[in-house]
């Protein structure tokens, strides 16, 4: 049987999640990423530090709790989700042994191809809305790393029927049948936003919560939780995020600076 075959014909057999290297090889521009602030593949980048305890921390609750895949979300968009997710999914990858797999899952506010500078037009979300069933094609192993991306392309797709479906729900099983060594992550959209996070957050084994500095407040993060319930909040991370944007310039380190992790979590 091809897999190649219209979507249609396959209806309801398993997904095949290809292999890293299926899937077509990319080369990140390091001036792109450094401009994306995506810093955490050196460890000799100054600003990739709290990426890598927090990366430990991750990784230690991963184990003790058998998790597979981690969603990121936080109350409102901008607080940091893709920038962690981005930052984390790099230092994870410098794992000997490790496969990391990034989806991006914020269908309406993709970000993940230019956090990484990826350009193309068919994307997860052409997946999802089950135009073609070859993830081969969507996937992007970054080259030298032990990381595989997943990003969406702008859309005006509703994001919600892609991700209540039973399509959706196939998928997630065919993530939970990949090797062990495997680590998952799901840039989710913001809890308040709608009901896409708690939907996603039904499928995922842990999230963790980013809490931006100076703007998200306890109750948002205690009401973010709550609707998120019963998924298990595997910590939290606190992103002093001094709002650059009105530099023409991008940020300056300062930004990088200001970012502090900070994971706790309600024993
Ligand atoms: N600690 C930080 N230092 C510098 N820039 C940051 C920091 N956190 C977020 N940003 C930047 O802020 C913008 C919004 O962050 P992003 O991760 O896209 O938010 P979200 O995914 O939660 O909507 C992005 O341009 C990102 O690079
Ligand atoms: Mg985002």
Do not use: W
């Not at 999802?128 to 996937?139: C, Q, S, V």
């Not at 606190?238 to 990088?256: A, E």
């Amino acid at each position: 049987m091809s897999d190649q075959l219209a979507p249609s014909a396959l209806q309801g057999a398993p997904f095949r999640i290809p292999a890293p290297n299926e899937t077509a090889l990319f080369t990140p521009d390091p001036k792109l990423l450094e401009a994306q602030h995506v810093v955490a593949f050196s460890n000799r980048h100054l600003a990739s530090r709290p990426f890598s305890l927090l990366r430990s921390q991750v990784v230690k609750r991963m184990a003790a709790g058998g998790h597979r895949i981690i969603g990121v979300t936080s109350p409102a968009p901008g607080a940091g989700k893709s920038f962690l997710t981005a930052n984390l999914a790099a230092t994870l990858s410098r794992l000997p042994g490790k496969q990391v797999l990034v989806f991006d899952l914020d269908i309406r506010r993709a970000s993940l191809a230019q956090n990484f500078g990826l350009v193309g037009e068919a994307g997860l979300e052409r997946f999802l809305a089950g135009e073609t069933d070859d993830l081969r094609k969507i996937g992007r192993h970054v080259e030298g790393t032990n990381l595989t991306l997943y990003p969406c392309y702008s859309n005006d797709l509703d994001s919600m029927p892609l991700l209540a479906g039973d399509r959706f729900d196939r998928f997630v099983k065919a993530l939970r049948t990949l090797d062990e060594d495997t680590i998952i992550l799901f840039d989710m959209p913001p809890v308040f936003a709608n009901d896409d996070a708690m939907v996603i957050a039904g499928h995922v084994d842990a999230y963790l919560m980013v809490i931006e500095q100076g703007r998200t407040n306890q109750k948002q993060v205690t009401d973010s939780i709550r609707l998120l319930d019963p998924a298990e909040c595997l910590g939290s991370v606190l992103n002093r995020y001094d709002g650059g944007v009105t530099d023409p310039y991008g940020y300056s380190y300062g930004g990088y600076g200001k970012y502090t992790d900070y994971f706790s979590k309600e024993d």
